[in-house]
């Protein structure tokens, strides 16, 4: 992952000031996160699961458009 966000980065797709390790640790703790969310007796279905993912790295990762 962190490879591809340094590559993403350099393409300018991400936040220039985004720490890609860190990037890369987050998006494999939101799939493990995944994993326990469906094990739960209480879940996010799959749109919503999706919507907050998205909201999430257009949040924290993206680099702003306009």
């Known amino acids: 992952w962190a490879a591809a966000f340094d590559l993403a980065q350099q393409r300018g797709l991400l936040r220039a000031d985004l720490d ?3 990037a890369a640790v987050m998006i494999q703790a939101i799939a493990l996160g995944r994993i326990v ?3 739960a007796a209480t879940h996010l ?3 919503r699961w ?3 993912f998205f909201q999430f790295i257009d949040r924290t990762m ?3 458009v306009g």
């Open 20 to 22: 890609t390790r860190a």
């Open 62 to 64: 993206l680099t702003p």
């Open 50 to 52: 999706a919507r907050s």
């Open 37 to 39: 969310d469906d094990a």
């Open 45 to 47: 279905d799959n749109e």
